[in-house]
């Protein structure tokens, strides 16, 4: 079983809806990564959290992303308005230590229709 | 630009050969260097790192060589098995600023065992 846990396991939801996928990390680790991957496409970065702070996203990370450590141990990816191009594999990442390799959740396959 | 259904370089092996897959990186400034599995339905998996001021990492039947002169990483798994059947990603990092370490994936190569 990995370390990192993520839920639903699969999302589907009709465009324009808000999604909320949920990841509960390694403990006690303070960096946090979100992750993406179209199908059949690279994974690609979306966003890293440290210390409840953003500290980088990338391009594909626009206003209708956020995340948010609502409390002490998960750590969500929501999308306001979903769009049909948001269909993918999201996976939420961590390490064990800071400069450690990323640990990765099985990921939430969403779907939007 | 971005390309869509990219086709990821296929590996075709026989049961018990060794296998070799290549991956070319993009920044000279990385520092370093992971191998990740990716089973079909599963997120990627860490295999092996290596970090820059070495050329040769060895684990447990998989070998990771780096050639920075040429931007070239590669994986070697010994006596290949049907469970390594996957698709294997390369990815380099670099540390920034914020002590942050943002992962630059490769397209990643499709190893088909046969047994």
């Known amino acids: 079983e990995p370390e990192v846990t993520q839920t639903p396991s699969h999302q589907v939801t009709q465009m324009g809806q808000e999604v909320i996928l949920r990841c509960v990390p390694i403990s006690n680790h303070l960096y946090f990564y979100w992750y993406r991957q179209i199908l059949g496409q690279k994974v690609e970065f979306l966003v890293s959290f440290y210390n409840n702070e953003i500290s980088e996203k990338s391009e594909i990370f626009d206003d209708q992303f956020s995340v948010e450590r609502p409390d002490g141990s998960n750590f969500t990816l929501k999308i306001r308005s979903t769009k049909l191009e948001d269909s993918a594999m999201y996976f939420c990442a961590s390490p064990r230590a800071p400069n450690s390799p990323l640990h990765f959740g099985n990921g939430t396959r969403l779907t939007v229709t | 630009g971005e390309s869509v259904g990219l086709h990821l370089p296929t590996l075709s092996v026989q049961e018990g050969d060794n296998s070799i897959i290549n991956c070319a990186y993009s920044?000279?400034?990385?520092?370093?260097f992971i191998w990740y599995k990716q089973e079909s339905g599963k997120g990627p998996q860490f295999i092996i790192d290596?970090?820059?001021n070495m050329d040769k990492r060895q684990g447990q039947r998989v070998t990771v060589l780096l050639n920075k002169t040429v931007k070239h990483l590669s994986l070697q798994i010994a006596a290949t098995q049907p469970g390594d059947s996957a698709v294997y990603f390369c990815a380099e990092t670099l540390l920034n600023a914020g002590n942050n370490r943002k992962l630059i994936w490769g397209l990643g190569t499709s190893l088909a065992v046969n047994p």
């Open positions: 920044n000279s400034a990385s520092d370093y």
């Open positions: 290596i970090r820059s």
